[in-house]
Nanobody
Framework: QVQLVESGGGLVQAGASLRLSCTASGRAVRSVGWFRQAPGKEREFLAHIHWSGSPAYHANSVKGRFAISRDTAENSVSLLMNSLKPEDTAVYYC??????????????WGWGKGTLVTVSS
């Protein structure tokens, strides 16, 4: 059994940076994705990475601002978010990839409880 726990969320001002972490416990994980869900909206794909650290993919909507990476020392996957905007406000989740399209939430399982990111203007 594997468990994912997200951390690092908080309240920041527009333009700030934030690093989220997704820590895995239990058995080995092959690939992980980051998603977010804003109130009243569907869960949105952000990034995906193989647990080895490569390859990594980013949604076009956040490419250039967000970067996913593997932290081997912490057995976690990070999502560095730069130049945050109020529209980035959401609950951010990580989950384990099971196959198929990497940008579809239905192809992930083992969702963590999420971490809230609030960006003020």
């Amino acid at each position: 059994q594997v468990q994912l726990v997200e951390s690092g969320g908080g309240l920041v001002q527009a333009g700030a940076s934030l690093r989220l972490s997704c820590t895995a416990s239990g058995r080995a994980v092959r690939s992980v994705g980051w998603f977010r869900q804003a109130p009243g909206k569907e869960r949105e794909f952000l990034a995906h990475i193989h647990w080895s650290g490569s390859p990594a993919y980013h949604a076009n909507s956040v490419k250039g601002r967000f970067a996913i990476s593997r932290d081997t020392a912490e057995n976690s996957v990070s999502l560095l978010m730069n130049s945050l905007k109020p529209e980035d406000t959401a609950v951010y989740y990580c989950a384990i990839y099971s196959g198929g399209n990497i940008d579809s939430a239905i192809n992930y399982w083992g969702w963590g409880k999420g971490t809230l990111v609030t960006v003020s203007s």
